[in-house]
Nanobody, 118 residues
Framework: QVHLVESGGGLVQPGGTLRLSCAASGFTFRLYVMNWYRQAPGKERELVATISNVSIARYADSVKGRFTISRDNMHNAVYLQMNSLHPEGTAVYYC????????????WGQGTQVTVSS
């Protein structure tokens, strides 16, 4: 059974730092692209950062230079280091695993709330 479990969310002041973690199990982690999405109240879910199975990372323009995605294939985990957080970063952050092998195999975590507020 597939599990993606996010942790590390919480309340942080503007300009602050958080590190999100996602623990994965139930699938061959090293074969999957890992993504962090976020969904703010009243808005559509958006892709924040992605990391390939060989650790090539890409970022949304809105977080470039402030967020860093990384993965640990030995421990089946992916991380999102978030620095200089803005109030616009308030959202539920979701971990996603994706792989295309004939068809899309796509798994989601339950999400972790990040609130950026003074």
């Amino acid at each position: 059974q597939v599990h993606l479990v996010e942790s590390g969310g919480g309340l942080v002041q503007p300009g602050g730092t958080l590190r999100l973690s996602c623990a994965a199990s139930g699938f061959t982690f090293r074969l999957y692209v890992m993504n962090w999405y976020r969904q703010a109240p009243g808005k559509e879910r958006e892709l924040v950062a992605t990391i390939s199975n060989v650790s090539i990372a890409r970022y949304a323009d809105s977080v470039k230079g402030r967020f860093t995605i990384s993965r640990d294939n030995m421990h089946n985990a992916v991380y999102l280091q978030m620095n200089s957080l803005h109030p616009e970063g308030t959202a539920v952050y979701y971990c996603n695993a994706a792989r295309y092998s004939g068809s899309l195999q796509d798994y989601w975590g339950q999400g972790t709330q990040v609130t950026v507020s003074s």
